[in-house]
C-alpha cells in the first residue's frame, strides 16, 4: 500500500483528491491537512510514502513545508499541487524544495497515476520539464 497524505487549505479540493485516491486498492489515505504546519506535524507522526502539497496555504507555504519534511524524512515523496505552472516560482522551485513532480489541479486524472509513480522512485512533472541539477 502506498500511504499518502493530502495538504491542501480548500475543503473541496482535499474532498476531490481523497474520492480519486479512495478509488485506488493500492492508496491509503492516511489524513487531510489544511495547513503547512499541520502536514509537517502528521508528517512526523504517520510517516507517509507519498505527500500531495498545495502550493499556497496558511501558515507556511508548500515550498517551506516541503523543505523541512525532507530533512527530516529523506525517503518521502512530495508532489506540489498547484492551479497555474508559474504560482510560486512553478515546477523550478518544487524541484529546489526537494519535491519529485508538480501537478495541476485541473489534471485529476493524472493524480493516481503520479503518486504511484512517485512511490515507485520516478518523478512526476509537466512535460517539457526537466528539473535542473542540484
Known amino acids: 500500500m502506498i500511504r499518502v497524505v493530502i495538504a ?7 474532498a ?11 492508496i ?12 509537517v506535524r502528521v508528517a512526523d507522526a504517520l510517516d507517509p510514502d507519498v505527500i500531495l502539497m498545495d502550493v499556497d496555504m496558511p501558515v507556511r ?3 517551506d513545508a516541503t523543505k523541512e519534511l ?3 524524512h529523506q525517503d518521502l515523496r512530495v508532489i506540489i499541487l498547484s492551479v497555474s505552472l508559474e504560482t510560486g516560482g512553478g515546477p523550478e ?4 524544495a526537494g519535491a519529485v513532480g508538480y501537478m ?5 486524472g493524472q493524480l493516481v497515476k503520479a503518486v504511484r ?15 535542473s541539477p542540484g
Request: hydrophobic share 40%; glycine share 8%.
Open 28 to 39: 491509503e489515505l492516511l489524513a487531510e491537512c489544511e495547513d503547512g504546519d499541520e502536514v
Open 104 to 108: 495541476l489541479k485541473g489534471n485529476p
Open 61 to 63: 507555504s508548500g515550498f
Open 70 to 72: 525532507l530533512t527530516r
Open 16 to 26: 476531490g483528491v481523497a474520492a480519486l485516491l479512495s478509488a485506488a486498492e493500492d
Open 93 to 96: 522551485i518544487a524541484a529546489q
Open 117 to 131: 509513480k512517485v512511490a515507485a522512485g520516478e518523478t512526476a512533472w509537466p512535460p517539457d520539464f526537466t528539473p
Open 8 to 14: 491542501d487549505d480548500h475543503p473541496f479540493v482535499r
